[in-house]
């Protein structure tokens, strides 16, 4: 049965049950650019010239995030750069990072690739082997390390992170049901710079379902690579949470979203207090100089560890070089 459009007489593309909603292409996708403009203009993001780095995996969501933000840069004074990470893994990394160049190059966003195996030489399993540990939580590691790295040395304000609604909440349900509630208080839609050690990051997707984010990128003919990565959990703690949270909202619509909604005004509202008591764990890694709850952080914890010494020092410098070359034409 297709349907009208609730904004105008065209045909539907989109039935969005929490806010009683059926759109076409065009008010879908206005509505989801409000939804990150919000973000944005509450956080205070749309005045002065924001700098924000985008780290693009090539996945639905990222790219989304990608053209989304691209669109805003036309409207307010915000300059991007993208940046990819290969992390070796066969097929699946080329085909991300090639997909970021091209995209990158197609909307004139400045791009940085950043190969992991140059720089440590070794691909993300073999150093996950070798530090016996499973592979996504080395890769986290090394992901955050990077893109901090290529953030601060770029001068930018903020990382923005394609983390869609479902994901946050997830990753939240996930730390609650470990215990581990001080990590919650990360999982709000900007967090912030840390002196001249870490940078902020941005989710500009925060209040974007999963679902929304696909369709978005479909009916833009926005690209990005299907395949998942070949070295994600068969069922993991966060697709399970996911399926869970699905299943109620197809019951109940619009509980995900009152839960964002929760979270974000909860954690708003005590994100003071632990700042205050986070701040007394934060130290300056003794090797590289970055963020550390305890004098070293953990990519040079596990660099030494695994390769025999600290890496974070001289990747420092490669990426410094890396950022420099290619920011020397532009004015990012
Ligand atoms: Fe990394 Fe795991 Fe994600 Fe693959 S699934 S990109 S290994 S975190
Ligand atoms: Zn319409
Ligand atoms: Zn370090």
Redesign the pocket.
């Known amino acids: 049965m297709s349907h009208r459009c609730s904004k105008c007489s065209r045909q539907a593309i989109a039935v969005i049950k929490y806010a009683r909603l059926k759109l076409c292409r065009e008010h879908f996708t206005a509505y989801i650019e409000r939804k990150v403009e919000s973000i944005l203009r509450k956080y205070k993001l749309l005045t002065g010239t924001r700098k924000i780095v985008l780290a693009v995996?090539g996945g639905k969501d990222s790219m989304a995030m990608t053209w989304l933000l691209w669109r805003l840069a036309q409207k307010y004074p915000i300059k991007l750069l993208a940046i990819n990470i290969d992390?070796g893994?066969g097929s699946y990394s080329k085909q991300s990072s090639d997909i970021v160049k091209k995209y990158s190059r197609e909307l004139g966003i400045e791009y940085v690739i950043v190969r992991l195996k140059e720089l440590v030489r070794h691909n993300?399993e073999d150093l996950s082997k070798l530090a016996r540990r499973s592979?996504?939580s080395v890769?986290?590691l090394v992901?955050r390390y990077l893109l901090n790295l290529v953030a601060l040395e770029s001068k930018a304000d903020y990382v923005a992170l394609g983390h869609n609604l479902d994901d946050i909440l997830a990753y939240s349900l996930k730390s609650f049901l470990s215990g581990d509630y001080i990590s919650l208080v990360k999982f709000t839609p900007v967090t912030q710079f840390v002196n001249d050690i870490a940078v902020g990051r941005l989710r500009p997707l925060y209040k974007v379902y999963e679902r929304e984010a696909l369709l978005l990128a479909l009916v833009n003919r926005i690209p990005f690579v299907v395949d998942?990565?070949?070295?994600?959990?068969e069922s993991s703690i966060e697709f399970r949470i996911k399926s869970f949270l699905n299943n109620l909202e197809e019951e109940k619509p619009g509980i995900k979203i009152q839960w964002i909604n929760n979270l974000e005004k909860t954690l708003k509202s005590i994100q003071s207090n632990i700042e205050v008591e986070n701040s007394t764990q934060i130290h300056k890694c003794k090797y590289c100089g970055l963020l550390s709850k305890s004098g070293i952080c953990g990519f040079c914890n596990t660099t030494k560890k695994v390769l025999g010494k600290p890496l974070g020092a001289s990747l420092r410098n490669i990426i410094k070089s890396l950022v420099e070359e290619k920011l020397f034409a532009s004015s990012f």
Do not use: A, D, F, Q
Request: charged share 20%; hydrophobic share 25%; net charge positive.
């Open positions: 995996s992390l893994i993300i592979t996504c890769c986290g992901k998942e990565c070949p070295l994600r959990p």
